[in-house]
T-cell receptor, first 114, second 114 residues
Framework: NAGVMQNPRHLVRRRGQEARLRCSPM?????VYWYRQLPEEGLKFMVY????????ESGMPKERFSAEFPKEGPSILRIQQVVRGDSAAYFC????????????FGQGTRLTVV | ELKVEQNPLFLSMQEGKNYTIYCNYS?????LYWYRQDPGKSLESLFV?????AVKQEGRLMASLDTKARLSTLHITAAVHDLSATYFC??????????????FGQGTILTVHP
């Protein structure tokens, strides 16, 4: 049973470009969470999704950031018109059911905006 | 708003010594997690604590939870260099859609010296 898979592991974008980060949850997991870790800081919750639904996006910046978890395929975190301040590690976690199990983290995508 | 505070934020230990990391949280929660993160890596789950008085041990690490005091401790016994890493505690919301949403402490950077 493969773990939570994120790709790419490292992503470099120029200011103004778009960044797409992918997360495939563990098999059997239907809940996905995205977190952002700025340098030297802890992880901050961004968004919680189930298939085809955004459940809680209270941690998402109001502009340029969006997330989806389609019926088929991975969850996508999309950042439009990236700025230097978006440089961070973005982690995805998945869990089997709401409150029914521990969330497991992927390896993260390290985004660098140049 | 749930807040999680760890102390100390930096911990320099000698091999063989004991020490404790503290994690305080501000509101009622159903579960508390301890994670380890090595530089540039993802989070490794160490412990999940579900109830008041819970104590779990793995090797040189022992975690406990006091829900009345809203306090968890991570005790390190006879530290070895391999334990050098950043340790995070994280607390989930209490029920409903908050269950899987974790609020992290700032992290404690542990360095073990010979």
């Amino acid at each position: 049973n493969a773990g939570v898979m994120q790709n790419p592991r490292h992503l470099v974008r120029r200011r103004g470009q778009e960044a797409r980060l992918r997360c495939s949850p563990m098999k059997g997991h239907s809940h996905v969470y995205w977190y952002r870790q700025l340098p030297e800081e802890g992880l901050k919750f961004m968004v919680y999704l189930q298939k085809e639904n955004i459940i809680d996006e209270s941690g998402m910046p109001k502009e340029r950031f969006s997330a989806e978890f389609p019926k088929e395929g991975p969850s996508i975190l999309r950042i439009q018109q990236v700025v230097r301040g978006d440089s961070a590690a973005y982690f995805c976690a998945s869990s089997p059911t709401l409150g029914g199990g521990e969330a497991f983290f992927g390896q993260g995508t390290r985004l660098t905006v140049v | 708003e749930l807040k999680v505070e760890q102390n100390p934020l930096f911990l320099s230990m000698q091999e063989g010594k004991n020490y404790t990391i503290y994690c305080n949280y501000s509101t009622t929660s159903d579960r508390l997690y301890w994670y380890r993160q090595d530089p540039g890596k993802s989070l490794e789950s160490l412990f999940v604590l579900l109830s008041n008085g819970a104590v779990k041990q793995e090797g040189r690490l022992m975690a406990s939870l006091d829900t009345k005091a809203r306090l968890s401790t991570l005790h390190i016994t006879a530290a070895v260099h391999d334990l050098s890493a950043t340790y995070f505690c994280a607390v989930s919301g209490a029920g409903g859609t908050s269950y899987g949403k974790l609020t992290f402490g700032q992290g404690t950077i542990l360095t073990v010296h010979p």
